[in-house]
């Protein structure tokens, strides 16, 4: 039998302790609630130092506005906010913290001290509190602003303590923490310090040039040399920033930097929406690299869902997620010739080892950033209803320069088309070309009743048993598509009609083909882009394959339909398929003075 104990209140200092579990999770949770109270302060330089992973010290200092000496104390209070009064503020909450928990919490599980001064008063004062006991006001030595000190971390909770990690996990976890905000607060400089290392250190950033150059610091200068820069508003929400280039993805989520009314999330909704505006360009399973910030009204969203404030609910989440997932597409939808690829991949071009040539120098060259930037800007707000539409508003066929792939001079080993233009040599990958061109097509066509290209007698396919099920399942999409396919007998279909887009030598085999790769991409698709799996896998079969010779007027006609289609920089897959030499890259390759 266990023994009953009688309800009783909880002491003070033990309500905190429970509070601080949610609050000061690890070193890094705490950091980020001192850096937090340093913006809300209004601070323009925050230096954190750490000693062990921050398990011995951690150490805010700010120039914010400070706090005055009659209300250190209060400071350290528990649910004392200096934020918000009313529950109606709560509602449109702007700062940070508002819930006037943190320093009550980390001051419950630490060795904490306080010292501030505002700017208009002379001397700093200072408060420590040891395990929630709150010492005597004394006079200190600062400069304007705030400093709070953090030692010895569950010295007092060691069951807490024990499940720290390593110092450099910790450390690790503080890095990102700052980079996260160092993205976010271009006006303000941050510093991280172990010891006498310094992990990061960057200015203010007030220049677009200067800002870039942080982005690069954090994210790589591969990322933000070759990244798409996204505009786009619908009504009062609004989505900026970068996205990192398809064949630049990864395999986890570790380079997508989200932020929400200028707070850092890792929303789920919004890591969904990222990953199907991707979809046609990224192959299953990887994740791009975005920057990120959206912007919508403060009351249409609940900051409130989750106590580290990572995750959110939004009032109207199916419409933010629609925005996000056609924003994203609707920024990768660049047509070959606006986004020249200049900054991609250049490892194949033959290694020169004289005259110490950078590569990686030649492929910055003419960036598209900028007229990126204007075109994203005008074009419409996505606020269609469904993906066919969208493709249906697309700039009309032939808005584009014609001839921006240049004129086919010759293909190299059935699997490249090289073209001339004015400034360089393109070089095309046919078959990734061709499937983008074909599964555009395909997509715009879907449903619209497509032209049929009748077989003059219908061919048979035999195909496996458990295909039969999956044909089944898919009869209605190939329809849809511009197939006409009758089931025989299980296993024995017979296709009557093709799209005419798809007019090739063996319909059976393409329809079999599909069929098998359905098969062994089965589960893998989410049941809305079923079709579009679909599709894209008939597009990879009906394209021409390596090996095929192609006449120049079938090339220049490749080139001149990759004009006229949306995302013609990359095959569904994400691979790139088409890049430029320029000639002054061929000079340098031979050395030849210009
Ligand atoms: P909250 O941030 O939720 O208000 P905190 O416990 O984090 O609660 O901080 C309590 C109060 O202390 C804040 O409301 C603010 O007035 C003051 N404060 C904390 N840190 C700073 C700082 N670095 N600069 C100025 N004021 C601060
Ligand atoms: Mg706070």
């Keep these: 039998m266990i023994e009953r104990a009688p309800i009783r209140q909880l002491q003070g200092e033990l309500v905190d302790q429970i509070a601080a579990g949610e609050v000061v999770e690890r070193p890094a949770s705490l950091v980020k609630e001192l850096i937090e109270n340093s913006l809300d302060a209004g601070a323009t330089r925050i230096d954190v130092d750490i000693e062990a992973g921050g398990a011995q010290l951690v150490r805010v200092l ?6 005055p000496a009659d209300e250190l104390a209060l400071a350290i209070a528990r649910h004392a906010t200096s ?28 060795r904490l001290k306080l010292i501030s001064r505002p700017k208009a008063v002379e001397h700093a004062m200072g408060l420590s509190v040891e395990g929630g006991r709150v010492g005597e006001l004394t006079p200190a030595a600062l400069a304007a602003g705030t400093l709070v000190e953090v030692r010895d ?11 720290l990690r390593a110092e450099s996990t910790e450390t690790g976890h503080i890095l990102r923490l700052i980079q996260r905000y160092a993205l976010l607060r271009f006006d303000v400089a941050f510093r991280l310090r172990q010891g006498s290392k310094t992990l990061i250190d960057v200015p203010v950033a007030a220049s677009s040039e200067a800002q870039r150059q942080r982005i690069g610091l954090i994210m790589g200068r591969d990322f933000i040399e070759a990244a798409l820069p996204i505009d786009m508003r619908s009504g009062s929400v609004r989505l900026w920033g970068w996205l990192g280039q398809p064949e630049a993805a990864r395999t986890s989520s570790d380079q997508q930097y989200w932020y929400v009314n200028g707070r850092a999330v890792r929303d789920k909704l ?10 046609d360009v990224l192959y299953h399973g990887r994740q791009p690299a975005c920057l990120l910030y959206l912007e919508l009204e403060p009351r249409s969203v609940d900051v409130n869902a989750h106590p580290q404030k990572l995750e959110l609910r939004f009032r109207d989440s199916r419409q933010v997620h629609d925005f996000v997932m056609r924003a994203v597409q609707r920024a990768l939808a660049v047509p070959a010739g606006e986004a020249a690829p200049t900054a991609r991949n250049t490892s194949w071009l033959p290694q020169v080892h004289q005259g110490g040539l950078d590569w990686r120098e030649l492929s910055v060259a003419d960036s598209p950033i900028n007229s990126l930037m204007s075109r994203a800007e005008s074009a419409p707000s996505p606020s269609e209803s469904s993906v066919s539409e969208l493709s249906a508003s697309r700039p009309a066929v032939g ?20 073209a001339q233009r004015a400034d360089g040599l393109i070089i095309v990958d046919a078959h990734a070309a061709h499937e983008r061109v074909i599964y555009e097509r395909l997509k715009r066509d879907w449903g619209q009743d497509p032209a049929q290209q009748r077989l003059l007698t219908p061919e048979v396919v035999e195909i496996a048993l458990h295909e039969n099920d999956l044909f089944l399942s898919h009869q209605a999409d190939f329809a849809q598509a511009g197939f006409e396919i009758d089931v025989l007998a299980p296993g024995r279909l017979a296709v009557r009609a093709v799209p005419a887009l798809l007019a090739r030598e063996s319909a059976g085999s393409l329809v079999r083909d599909v069929l098998q790769s359905l098969q062994s991409e089965q589960g893998s698709h989410h049941l809305d882009t079923a079709a579009h799996g679909l599709l894209g896998n008939i597009a990879c079969r009906s394209a021409i394959h390596g090996g095929r010779k192609l006449t120049l007027v079938e090339m220049n006609a490749l080139l001149r339909e990759m004009e006229a289609t949306e995302r013609a ?26």
């Design 569 to 594: 920089g990359h095959c569904n897959h994400g691979r790139p398929t088409w890049a430029l030499v320029t000639l002054s890259q061929l000079d340098r390759l031979f050395l030849r003075g210009r």
């Design 270 to 279: 919004l890591g969904s929406a990222l990953r199907l505006g991707y979809r």
């Design 153 to 163: 971390l569950f010295f007092n909770t060691p069951a807490r303590r024990k499940f």
């Design 62 to 67: 700010d120039n914010g506005a400070g706090i």
């Design 83 to 110: 934020k918000i009064v009313t529950v109606e503020d709560l509602a449109a909450i702007e700062t940070l913290g508002f819930r006037g928990e943190a320093l009550p919490s980390i001051a419950s599980v630490s």
């Design 399 to 418: 808005e584009l320069a014609d001839g921006a792939l240049g004129q086919a001079i010759a293909q190299v080993h059935g699997i490249y088309i090289l």
